[in-house]
C-alpha cells in the first residue's frame, strides 16, 4: 500500500525548516534523491559494527563486509534484470560507468572513421567520454535530433545508423524534458545494425521499472545518489560477451589476477573493473536503498509521480506566459517540469522560491547541447520523487506567482505580447 504520510516519516531531512519557518520542499530530486533513515542508519552501523576492507582479510569482520558487499551485488542483479552478477560492476557514479565505457568499449572495438550515436536530450556524462574519444581516435560523433514535441526523433535515427555506427548511446529518460525513450525500438536497430547499444538510465532507474534483459541493450548504467542510496556509488550493467574482451579501465589493487616484474593478468569479472578499495559502507547502504525502493514497489513510484506531474501541468496552466518543455503526453514524461521565460531568469524565479523553502534547479541542467537547441541559455527545472505532496505542488504555484508578481511578469509578457501583435499587424497589412 502506498501511503504517503508514513513514507515522508521515513526521511527526516523533510522535517527541516529552511527559510522563516518554512519548511522543506524539495523538488531538486533529478539532481539527487533525499535518504531514507534506513539508508543512513545502515552506514552509521558498518562504521560502528564492521568496517573492513573486503575480499583481502580472512578475519571475521572483512567476511562480513565483504558478505555484505557482495550480496548487493546479488539485489542489484535481480533489481535491474540482469542475467549474472559477475555482470554487475561497481563504479561512483553514471559518469564515470559512462567514461569506462567509452574508453575501455573504445579501445576495443572502435576505430578510424567509426561513428557513435547520440541524441540532443544527453546530459553532459554521455556526450564528453564520446568526445575524448573522438580526440584518441578519428571518429564521428552524431546526434540524434527531437522533435517539436521534445521527444527522440525515430524517423531520424533510423536515417542515421548506418554500418559505420559502432555505438549508440542514448538516456532512457531525460533529466531536462522528463522524455522516456522506447530503449526496446531502439535495441532492435542497434541489433540490426550490429551497433553496442548503451543506456543512461540515471534518471529512470530510480523512478520506473528498469529491466536489463527486457530492453535489450547491450550496457546500462545508473547512480545510487538519485534513487534513496549514498553519493560515490554506479553501476554498470552489461554483457560478459563484451566484458570479457574489454581492456581494463583503471588498473591497481583488485583488478589483477598475478603480477610479476613484467607484467600483470587481469581479475575474473566483475573485480577486473573494480580497481582499489570499493566504496564499501556506500554500496552496502546503497543495497538498503534497493530494499525500500522494492518495498514501496518501482510501478507505485511511476504512477504516483505521474499522477503529481499531470497536477502540476494543470495547476501551471495559469501562468500562460511560461514555456513548459516536455511531450504533452504524461504516459510519455514523467516527473520533471522544466520551464522558462524570456522576462525573468531562472536563477531569480529559484532564489525566490527557495526563500519559501522550495528547492528547484536552474541552470543548463549539464545539458548545455540541448539548451542551444531549445534555444535558451537556462531553464528552471522542478523534479519530484514518491516522497512529495500535491500539497507542496500547491506551495510551489503559490510562490511562483509571488515571484513572477514581483518581476510583473505577467504585465511585461503582455508588453511583449502587445509588440509581437503590433509588428504582425504591421507586417500582415503592408
Ligand atoms: C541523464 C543523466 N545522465 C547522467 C547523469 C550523471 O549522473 P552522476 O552525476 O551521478 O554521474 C545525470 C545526472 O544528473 C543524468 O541526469
Known sequence: MFDINKIRKDFPILERKITDGNKLIYFDNAATSQKPKVVIDSLVKYYENYNANIHRGVHKMAEEATCAYEEVRQKVKSFIGARNEDEVIFTRNTTESLNLLAYSLGELFVNEGDEILLSEMEHHSNIIPWYILRSRKKIKVKFIPITDNYELDYKSLEQLVTKKTKIISLTHKSNVLGTVNNIKKIAQIAKANGAVFIVDAAQSAPHLSVDFQDLGCDFLVFSSHKMCGPTGVGVLVGRREYLEKMPPFLGGGEMIRKVTFEDFTTNDLPWKFEAGTPNIADVIAFGVAIDYLQNIGLENIY?????????????????????????????????????SNPVVHPHDIATIVDQYGIAIRAGHHCAQPLMKKLNVSATARASFYFYNTKEEIDLFVYALKKAFDYFAIGACNELIKGKINAKQNATTTR
Do not use: H, P, V
Not at 325 to 337: E, F, Q, V
Open 303 to 339: 504512477k504516483y509521480e505521474c499522477e503529481l506531474t499531470e497536477y502540476a501541468l494543470d495547476k501551471l496552466k495559469q501562468f500562460d506566459f511560461l514555456k513548459i518543455y516536455g511531450a504533452k503526453d504524461c504516459n510519455k514524461r514523467a516527473g520533471i517540469i522544466t520551464f
